[in-house]
């Protein structure tokens, strides 16, 4: 199946610094790739849907002001945490689905679990 | 509204069968997934019903009813590393994925 890798896969960082976390299909091109964040114990929460070419959608509730995300390629999504704090430390993935194939599943990367100090 | 319920957590022995039920009211349905989680990890995926039935794939069986909005999962011959979460999702009129809260499966000896 397809690859989707994420980095770093964890990251510890200061109140009121910025983060960013890379999502890469690795043999595929993924025209849409997706960020969820889940806390624990609780299920995926979407975060946003991320087009390449063209500006993400963010679901309600999510500021996209804090939580950039930048699709440059058709290989590479990035999701930037800017000024994080305590409570956004959480697990963030990503997911794509490869249109190459007439797969019905999206292809989850392996995760960064984000821990804000 | 959206919603997808599934129960929060399932005890089951080792070598033996459990079902894992998943109801959802979507707006909209185009397929229903489940999907494995261990902690600390990535969700993977292990099947997909987008017609009424019964899909088989080795231990693992999914069936779906359109008409009642109702999944199950069924596992066999149950495995200590089968102890996980099972997420089941449903897929709406947009094609976005409506994901339940998941179902801790715990595993005994």
């Known amino acids: 199946g397809a690859v989707v890798s994420q980095h770093p896969s964890w990251v510890i960082c200061k109140s009121g610094t910025s983060v960013k976390i890379e999502c890469r299909s690795l043999d595929f091109q993924a025209t849409t790739m997706f960020w969820y964040r889940q806390f624990p114990k609780q299920s995926l929460m979407l975060m946003a849907t991320s087009n390449e070419g063209s500006k993400a959608t963010y679901e309600q509730g999510v500021e996209k002001d804090k939580f950039l995300i930048n699709h440059a390629s058709l290989t590479l999504s990035t999701l930037t945490v800017t000024s994080a704090h305590p409570e956004d430390s959480s697990f963030y993935i990503c997911s794509a689905r490869d249109p190459g194939q007439d797969s019905k599943e999206q292809y989850f990367g392996p995760g960064t679990r984000l821990t804000v100090t | 509204g959206q919603n997808i319920d599934q129960p929060t957590e399932m005890t089951a022995t080792e070598g033996a069968i459990v079902q894992i039920n998943c109801t959802y009211q979507t707006s909209g349905f185009n397929g229903l997934f489940w999907y494995q989680q261990h902690a600390g990890e990535a969700p993977t995926f292990l099947s997909y019903?987008?017609l009424d039935g019964l899909e088989e794939k080795g231990r693992f069986s999914s069936f779906l009813s359109r008409s009642k909005g109702y999944s199950y999962l069924l596992l066999k011959e149950l495995q200590m590393k089968d102890s996980a979460s099972y997420l089941c999702?449903?897929?709406?009129?947009?094609?976005?994925?409506?994901w339940g809260a998941g179902t801790k499966l715990i595993i005994k000896p």
């Open positions: 999702a449903a897929r709406d009129s947009n094609y976005q994925l409506i």
């Open positions: 019903n987008v």
